[in-house]
């Protein structure tokens, strides 16, 4: 195998000098003009200007300009130079005798524009006596045909023989076949693969070509020098009258571009780096390696499959009779192959090689082109290529960072199929048998090992099969691929061959990403995980690998050979999904044990859930969530087929619960719901909690007609993404009686609630004051009481769902609801009533059972400080406060109908540490007045009971009342009353009013 090559030049005195001295032939003529077509004129030494045509005699010094014309010049030595459109070429010295004797001189200048030249004698055996000088560079020969266009750079490029290039960087030689691009003076050349950029010839008569060997004299076109007094120089040229027709244009032989291709031959597969020759279809019809001497002709043959996009091609060869001079190990050997129309020589070429290589990031590439594959004895036919996962999946891989290259695709016969897969497949690379070969060839690729091939029809593979391959990667970033493939079917006696080209389908970056994995195959019960690391993410959303950890366990996936399911993966830029299956993958999910390999049918999957997850979670609002997309369920077994997913979620951001809905159908009636305890509209008893960004929660009711003989439930694991939770991931597992089912899904946020107030007053670990009082059917007696600095939970609506007391026990509002317009929350302070219903929790409050219009009442709030409390004592502030919200009182009578807070009114001595509650109660016919005096504030608190502080017509045998309060937000801007009065008729009655500060302001 070859590559371009540049070396630096070992003859350090290939640095051409400016003579200093003008010759006394300065002003001979020293060539003519071959033909001149279009805008086409000299200047001379002496400044005049004169046009040009076909015969004009071109003297030394001469400066040649073409505009929008053509000229071609032929000197007195046998070189020729063509001149193209808007070129200006000056002839500085040219001398020639003909006597071999190193005193000739040629030396020119590019001063713009672009030429093609085969040079003759000068320079032959006195390299030093040829020059061309451009503003970047200075050209010397070795014996030469070339082509050089100047810009604000220099770009060569060499046909024949080698030509020096000389700047301030050095002198470098450029070899036949290659080209070469020079920036600046300062700067060495660079190998490429283009030619310079010079303009077609359409619109001009065809360029005569002489041959490097075509001497002076031995044209038929007269003396270009002659003797004069026993010394030969030259003179003026013999004029030649200009043609009547128009010169007749010599056979147009395919144009020559650099180039690298891949044959596969016989029994051997090549690389060669130098000049293909296209046809008119842009097919390869000959190539040649300067470097090896190989080449290949396509002789009597045909070209079949040709295909070329302008960076890769591919082709076959057959039919016919081509030629070939290869190395196969005993040196060089001229072939002549006959080929029938069932066998041929393949080849892959590209016109550009990848230079350079991307150094990072793993691609994947499809099929763009393919030959018909072929055997070599023709007898199986013509075979297809295809990628080995299915239509429309990967055929190549490639991790550029480790030089690892995968490959899976399939050749098929009418009579036997062959699968090749390097070890690893497209999704496992880091075993593979194939690699780029580095340093001295860094975009070619070949395998060290045989590739592993296996029989996938027909009696293929009897003895054991293997494959070899030949490629390269072309274009900008390695955009494109080409390779050819060998396979030995030893069994069978016989190789197959063919070309392939391919595009690069997608780009893999790393990505730090939080991923949700769940799967399961025959072997392995469901598994579900949450984990944050690096991942191999493309831009549709595929995950090839991954790597992190669940916070104690690392986590990791692979694809290995599997392949991704196809429409079952998606990417809106903050959260994907995917599914992998047919094959096998390669899957750490956090359990200690290490790897695993899981086996996967195509009615199994591992299935993935990833973004990045939400940075500031919202600490409250309902939050509802619609389907966006999901993968196709599976069961463990594979037996149920493929499931569909529908569904929805809801969230409580400050309960931190997580309500689900959803369905899983395989058909046939076969339908998984599985929904949380009070499903999407009631949320505080769902069995999904929220923790950070993630939520996870299990024993979910799950029910199905058709199965869950003894009972069915489901399991989930999810997170949020995107700015304030925008997007939700799940993994979902659902089990039955026989079988387990899993999949994953993403969902996106439809609505948002938000809480009032401005969501203050949230979440369960707000450190809340609370005043509550109840009279429960259950209890004995009613009661009041005061909690401070506890925690509860509010909701989205601004309404308190739990509070923690004391001894660290809960009570929620179970199966309670709050009463309609008797509830209130301006982010300081919040007041409710919970009634018909039973209350939950941990608490001896818990189970109680609300009858009728018996009733919970509360209020609550953000505690005032201690430093706001102190500061108010030490100004000895006192504050009056007005009725802001309250709760219709009730009593324990079932029958009994709520009744109304006439009027209230608070006051506080802060110097003094009291507190005044006024109240005018009205319920069940009985009118209530309460005057409770001189009630201690004690932190933020305040309490009192006393049988002297309510009066009225219910109270005839006395009355006694508990009240209990807090001052809540800065500067206790607000407070909050629970009261309880228990009447001389042994009934009890109940209320909570929450106040704003009114004085001082």
Not at 48 to 65: H, K, N, Q, Y
Not at 695 to 701: D, E, L, P
Request: glycine share 14%; net charge negative; with cysteine.
């Amino acid at each position: 195998m070859n590559t371009p090559c540049l070396r630096l030049s070992r003859d350090a005195a290939l640095a051409l000098m400016v003579s200093s001295a003008l010759s006394a032939l300065a002003h001979a003529q020293v060539a003519r003009v071959q033909f001149a077509n279009g805008q086409v004129s000299a200047t001379g030494a002496n400044g005049a200007v004169r046009t040009l045509a076909r015969g004009a005699s071109i003297t030394e010094g001469d400066t040649v300009s073409t505009e929008q014309g053509r000229a071609q010049l032929r000197f007195a030595d046998g070189a020729l130079v063509s001149l193209q459109p808007r070129t200006t070429f000056r002839i500085d010295e040219f001398r020639y005798q003909a006597k071999g004797d190193g005193e000739e001189r040629g030396f020119f200048s590019l001063l713009r524009g672009g030429l093609r030249t085969i040079t003759g004698l000068i320079g032959r055996n006195n390299r030093d006596s040829y020059r061309l000088r451009t503003s970047t560079a200075t050209i010397g020969i070795r014996g030469t045909e070339y082509l050089a266009e100047v810009t604000n750079s220099l770009r060569v490029a060499v046909g024949g023989g080698t030509i020096a290039i000389t700047n301030e960087a050095g002198t470098f030689v450029i070899e036949q076949g290659q080209s070469a691009f020079i920036a600046d003076p300062n700067s060495a050349p660079v190998i490429t693969f283009e030619k310079p950029l010079l303009p077609p010839p359409q619109a001009v008569a065809a360029e005569a070509e002489l041959a490097q060997e075509f001497l002076a004299g031995e044209r038929g076109d007269g003396k270009l020098c002659q003797g004069d007094a026993g010394v030969t120089q030259c003179t003026a040229l013999a004029p030649t009258e200009p043609p009547t027709e128009p010169p007749t244009e010599p056979p147009v032989e395919p144009p020559t571009v650099p180039g690298v291709a891949a044959f596969g031959l016989d029994a051997s597969l090549f690389l060669a780096s130098g000049s293909a020759q296209l046809n008119e279809a842009n097919q390869v019809v000959a190539f040649s390696d300067p470097t090896t001497g190989e080449n290949f002709r396509l002789g009597t043959a045909s070209v079949q499959n040709g295909f070329y996009d302008g960076t890769v091609g591919v082709g076959r060869w057959s039919d016919g009779t081509f030629t070939a001079k290869v190395d196969r190990g005993d040196g060089l050997e001229d072939l002549s192959v006959p080929v029938g129309p069932n066998q041929g020589l393949h080849y892959a070429f590209t016109t550009a090689p990848s230079a350079p290589m991307p150094s990072a990031n793993i691609a994947t590439y499809n099929v763009l082109a393919s030959t018909s594959a072929t055997s070599t004895s023709g007898a199986l036919g013509l075979g297809t290529f295809a990628p080995g996962q299915g239509a429309g999946q990967p055929v190549l891989a490639v991790d550029f960072a480790s030089g690892k290259v995968g490959m899976d695709f399939t050749v098929s016969f009418t009579s036997a199929g062959y699968r090749v897969q390097t070890s690893g497949g497209i999704g496992g690379l880091a075993g593979s048998e194939v690699g780029l070969l580095g340093a001295s060839a860094p975009f070619v690729f070949a395998n060290s090992a045989p590739i592993p091939t296996m029989v996938i029809s027909g009696g293929a593979c009897a003895s054991g099969c293997s494959a070899d391959v030949l490629g390269f990667f072309g274009g900008a970033n390695a955009a494109r691929t080409g390779f050819t493939y060998e396979i030995d079917d030893a069994g069978a006696a016989l190789k197959v061959h063919g070309a392939a080209a391919g595009t690069q389908a997608e780009l893999y970056l790393p990505v730090t990403t939080r991923i949700a994995l769940v799967y399961a195959d025959s072997a392995t019960s469901a598994t579900t995980v949450v984990a944050d690391g690096s991942a191999q993410l493309a831009p549709s959303g595929r995950v090839t690998a991954f790597a992190g950890s669940d916070c104690c366990q690392p986590v990791s996936m692979t694809q290995n050979t599997a392949a991704f399911a196809p429409g079952e993966h998606a990417y809106d830029g903050t959260i994907g999904f995917g599914r992998l299956s047919s094959g096998t993958a390669t899957v750490d999910g956090g359990e200690g044990a290490g790897f695993s390999s899981l086996n996967l049918a195509a009615n199994q999957g591992l299935h993935y859930v990833h973004g990045v997850p939400t940075a500031a979670m919202p600490a409250s609002g309902i939050a509802s969530f619609g389907l966006q997309g999901a993968t196709k369920a599976t069961s463990q077994s594979g037996a149920a087929g493929l499931g569909v997913f529908s569904g929805a979620m809801a969230v409580d951001f400050a309960l931190g619960t997580v309500g689900l809905d959803f369905n899983v159908n395989f058909g046939g009636g076969n339908n998984y719901h599985v929904v949380t305890s009070g499903g999407l509209a009631n949320l505080l008893n769902s069995e999904v909690s929220i923790f950070g960004s993630d939520f996870a929660g299990s024993g979910i009711t799950t029910t199905n007609p058709a199965a869950c003989g003894s009972a069915c439930s489901a399991a989930v694991q999810g997170f949020f993404a995107g700015a304030g939770a925008a997007r939700a991931g799940l993994a979902y597992r659902v089990f039955d009686d026989s079988d387990q089912f899993v999949g994953a899904a993403a969902f996106t946020q439809t609505g948002f609630t938000p809480a009032p107030g401005g969501g203050t007053l949230t979440g369960s670990s707000v450190a809340i004051n609370y005043a509550g009082a109840h009279d429960l059917a259950n209890f004995p007696t009613s009661d009041s009481f005061l909690l401070t600095d506890t925690a509860g939970a509010i909701d989205s609506s601004g309404k308190l769902l739990l509070f923690v007391d004391s001894g660290f026990t809960v009570t929620t509002i179970g199966s309670a609801s709050p009463a309609p317009g008797e509830s209130g929350n301006d982010g300081i302070i919040g007041w409710s009533r919970w009634t018909g219903g039973t209350l939950a929790g941990s608490s001896a409050h818990a189970g109680g059972i609300l009858a009728g219009t018996q009733s919970f009442h509360n209020v609550f709030g953000l505690p005032t400080s201690p430093t706001d409390m102190a500061a108010l004592q030490a100004g000895a502030v006192t504050a009056t406060y007005a009725l802001l919200g309250a709760t219709k009182p009730t009593t324990d009578a079932v029958s009994a109908l709520p009744g109304t807070l006439t009027s209230a009114s608070l006051t506080a001595n802060f110097g003094s540490g009291t507190a005044n509650f006024s109240a005018n109660v009205n319920v069940n016919a009985a009118a209530y007045a309460i005057n409770a005096t001189g009630l201690p504030i004690s932190g933020s608190g305040f309490s009192g009971s006393s049988s002297a502080y309510t009066t009225g017509a219910a109270c005839a045998s006395g009355c006694s009342t508990s009240v209990n309060g807090f001052f809540a937000g800065a500067m206790a801007a607000r407070a909050g009353v629970a009261y309880n009065i228990q009447n001389g008729s042994g009934n009890f009655v109940n209320g909570a009013a929450a106040f704003t500060k009114v004085t001082p302001p």
